[in-house]
């Protein structure tokens, strides 16, 4: 019963490509994230979405976007990979997150090891 | 804005030792706490968390950390650790006004058998 699942675990792939990265929760909840992990292990929040609507989009570059076609599912695309995109990218999930006074907690998928060459 | 640090980044100890991991953070007012472990090729899981309450909150695989408001901190401890917590962890803060956790460097803990 995996509660935050992300396909694929590894991909590796040339510079130039277009690849996407899946997410899936079955926990219910409302609202999703996806993390970007340097090989510094530095966590780094990228996307934010609540019920399908994007809630933070933090300084990331537009060549990454993400799609939430509902609210169980929260999809990452990537144009134009570069050599800097390299890094393992997690998904995540929180029950209403996008409500300040709420005491969330943040659950993690298994993480993607992204590797461009 | 907050910011978390956590100034231990590399932590090395021989089984048994006790541990402590600190984390401090830079929001005075209402704070969400949170620390998760990260073991090697994991994803992130929770240890433990402090919403209110007692301040002294205890996690999962024998895991402690103290919630100290006048210090700003919430440290991590374990009296005795084992080969199996060889991990990542990270120290995690919430503060009103902002609905995504900041996350700490993290500290890598290597046991020793």
């Known amino acids: 019963d995996t509660a935050v699942s992300q396909t694929p675990k590894y991909l590796v792939t040339q510079m130039g490509n277009d690849k996407s990265i899946k997410c899936e929760q079955n926990l219910g909840h409302d609202t999703m994230y996806w993390y970007k992990q340097d090989s510094k292990k530095f966590l780094k929040i990228m996307f934010s979405y609540n019920n399908k609507e994007l809630i933070i989009n933090e300084t990331v570059p537009n060549r990454f976007s993400p799609k939430s076609p509902d609210k169980a599912h929260l999809n990452l695309h990537i144009n134009s990979l570069e050599l800097g995109d390299s890094a393992v990218y997690f998904c995540?999930?929180?029950?209403?997150?996008?409500?300040?006074?709420?005491?969330?907690?943040?659950?993690f998928g298994p993480g993607t090891r992204l590797t461009v060459l | 804005a907050q910011s978390v640090s956590q100034h231990n980044h590399h932590v090395i100890l021989s089984e048994a030792a006790s541990l402590e991991l600190g984390c401090n953070y830079s929001?005075?007012?209402?704070?969400?706490l949170f620390w998760y472990v990260q073991y090697p090729g994991q994803h992130l899981q929770l240890l433990l968390k402090y919403f209110s309450g007692d301040p002294l909150v205890k996690g999962i695989k024998g895991f402690e950390a103290e919630f100290i408001k006048s210090k700003f901190s919430f440290n991590l401890r374990k009296p005795s650790v084992q080969w199996s917590d060889t991990a990542e962890y990270f120290c995690?803060?919430?503060?009103?006004?902002?609905?995504?956790?900041?996350f700490g460097r993290g500290t890598s803990l290597i046991v020793h058998p």
């Open positions: 995540a999930s929180s029950h209403k997150g996008w409500s300040t006074s709420s005491t969330d907690t943040q659950y």
């Open positions: 929001y005075g007012g209402t704070v969400n």
């Open positions: 995690a803060v919430k503060s009103g006004g902002s609905y995504i956790p900041t």
